[in-house]
């Protein structure tokens, strides 16, 4: 039992409800509701008034989603059940079951998105200050939903692993162009960016080589197309900076290799031309904007 007060507040009190969180017959009490019920317990929160103050998120268009209705809350569980086999079927599911994941915060979906399919555009971030969350907007389909889950929880990863062994000693300059970003980026973000990009360019790969239909795996392949070849692009200054610390040296060895080892599945020439276009149009349009 838990019993809730405060100054002017009568004691709310609190039992388990045997699904890993807590009740009560207070009508004051909102409970939090969840994606997932089990020994891993995922929490969607839309209930929390300070999810998304931070203006930095606004900048990158993560608003606040509300309060979702009881058919929003039954697509997002849906979406998950359906979200797990894809994550299974990349090796992910650690991620999951590791309790790396503690809960996801509904946003809304970037101005202008209206499609429903598989790989229409999405928000998601991730807070240093707030490991084990996750901000999404409502997922498209379940192999976008475990795309977002890969590529932000291994930012949360990371963050984690550099809080804990440094791994470089780069200051919070931003002059470093990252294809994924229009804006300059400081040495520690373009190091969180390829980990990340390069989880999806995995995560990708192995959906397309995976018997799935047509359609997803056209969008697996452009996908992992896009992501490795913005992590090739930018690889080399990672690789040969000084500034990186032994733990920093392992890490990038093995992100270069894993990237090497991607070549021996390569995606079809088509997806490939067009990942290689957009990256150097990316560059091209960086230099512009930045080069004085």
Not at 104 to 115: H, I, L, N, Q, S
Request: hydrophobic content about 40%.
């Amino acid at each position: 039992m838990l019993t809730v007060s405060g100054p002017g507040i009568a004691p709310v009190v609190l039992r388990p409800d045997g699904r890993g969180g807590w009740g009560s017959p207070d009508p004051r009490w909102r409970p939090a509701h969840a994606l997932a019920d089990g020994p891993v317990r995922v929490v969607l929160d839309d209930g929390d008034p300070y999810r998304a103050v931070d203006n930095d998120l606004r900048r990158h268009g993560l608003f606040a989603f509300g309060t979702l209705t009881s058919g929003q809350r039954d697509h997002w569980r849906a979406t998950w059940r359906a979200a797990l086999p894809m994550l299974a079927l990349a090796g992910q599911c650690p991620l999951v079951e590791s309790g790396l994941l503690g809960c996801v915060v509904p946003m809304t979906r970037p101005p202008g998105v209206t499609g429903r399919a598989e790989g229409a555009a999405h928000s998601s971030g991730t807070r240093r200050e707030a490991f084990g969350a996750v901000l999404a907007s409502a997922p498209s389909g379940p192999a976008t939903l475990a795309a977002t889950l890969v590529h932000e929880l291994h930012h949360a990863k990371l963050s984690a692993v550099s809080d804990l062994t440094p791994l470089h000693t780069a200051g919070p300059p931003r002059r470093y162009w990252a294809p994924w970003r229009p804006d300059a980026r400081p040495f520690d973000g373009l190091l969180q960016g390829a980990y990340a990009h390069l989880a999806l360019a995995d995560y990708w790969q192995r959906v397309a080589l995976a018997p799935v239909d047509a359609e997803l795996r056209d969008l697996a392949w452009a996908e992992h197309a896009r992501c490795r070849e913005q992590v090739g692009a930018i690889l080399p200054t990672l690789t040969g900076s000084r500034q990186l610390t032994f733990a920093g040296r392992v890490l990038l060895t093995e992100l270069a290799a894993l990237h090497a080892r991607m070549k021996a599945d390569p995606p079809p020439a088509r997806y490939l031309a067009r990942a290689t276009a957009y990256v150097e149009t990316a560059r091209l349009t960086w230099r512009r904007q930045h080069t004085r």
